[in-house]
């Protein structure tokens, strides 16, 4: 799995020595770099700028870097709108953006509390066999290192609740109907409970579709890392862009299987059988 690293150093040159290095241990095949930038407070205190900005095309294999430079330069004042053009299609706030990432936004606060003033560093979306090494290497060359293993399904799970809770609110209103009262209220609330369901579908929908996104590009990543090396370091690299892409279908299936079924007239099956036991 993915982690977000970010590695602070003094100044610029040495954040620009840590992207080195991950450079090199990603030639190695000893880590996975689907993306870095460095990052830097501007002069007499400004806000954040990126002295080395994400390569163009990076960002969709590296999601959570992008949303995590966008959301250091939020809380550091720094140019926004530049920030904003380095996110893949499809998100639409930072707030959102930092949950869909699996970002915490708990991390950023912490480094914004101190660990980039007067400094530089380098962010960067990793996976890697060997911690140690890496952050020995980043150490010796004057790094701090800070690592955040991204809360990866916190968002879908939310998500997958609320189709489910809307779901079971809609069987319930539909029982509700036969009984005595306002017919024009429950209609009422029976539409917005509907609205609430389509919006939850298109959400869940537009997340499968980005989390596909971000599996064929860790994969062209990891394909292309993998052909510039041999023997063990390859067949590594080649079992690692095969459990991504599995992991990150089986999360938009996931999502796509609960956007189907809420597309369908009838409510959930348990709800269903209730209602026909309480009829007798």
């Keep these: 799995m993915a982690s977000l690293l970010v590695a602070t150093f003094e100044d610029d040159a040495g954040a620009r020595a840590g992207a080195e290095i991950l450079r090199t241990l990603h030639a190695e095949g000893t880590v996975t770099v689907y993306a870095l930038a460095v990052v830097a407070r501007g002069a007499r205190g400004a806000g954040l700028v990126a002295s080395e900005p994400l390569r163009e095309g990076t960002s969709p294999s590296a999601p959570a870097l992008a949303v ?3 959301g250091l330069i939020s809380l550091l004042g720094g140019p926004m709108q530049a920030a904003a053009r380095t ?22 606060e912490r480094i914004e509390r101190g660990q980039l003033y007067g400094g530089s560093a ?11 090494s890496l952050d020995g290497r980043l150490v010796a060359c004057g790094g701090r290192v800070l690592w955040h293993r991204l809360s990866e399904a916190a968002a879908e799970e939310r998500i997958l609740r609320d189709i489910a809770e809307l779901r079971e609110d809609l069987a319930r209103l539909r029982g509700d109907m036969a009984e005595a009262g306002p017919t024009s209220l429950k209609q009422e609330v029976m539409r917005a409970r509907k609205q609430e369901l389509r919006e939850a579908t298109r959400r869940a929908l537009a997340f499968a579709a980005a989390l596909r996104r971000e599996g064929a590009a860790k994969v062209a990543v990891l394909r292309a890392q993998a052909e510039a090396l041999d023997g063990d370091a390859r067949l590594a690299i080649e079992r690692r862009a095969a459990a991504a892409r599995t992991a990150l279908e089986r999360r938009a299936a996931r999502l796509e299987h609960a956007a189907e079924d809420a597309s369908a007239t009838r409510p959930p099956a348990g709800t269903r059988r209730s209602r026909r036991s309480a009829c007798g």
Aim: avoid cysteine; charge should be negative.
């Design 122 to 132: 380098v962010l960067a979306e990793v996976e890697h066999g060997r911690q140690t």
């Design 87 to 108: 996110l893949r299609a499809g998100l639409v706030s930072t707030v959102r953006d930092l949950e869909e990432a699996g970002v915490d936004a708990a991390f950023l």
């Design 68 to 70: 995590a430079i966008a």
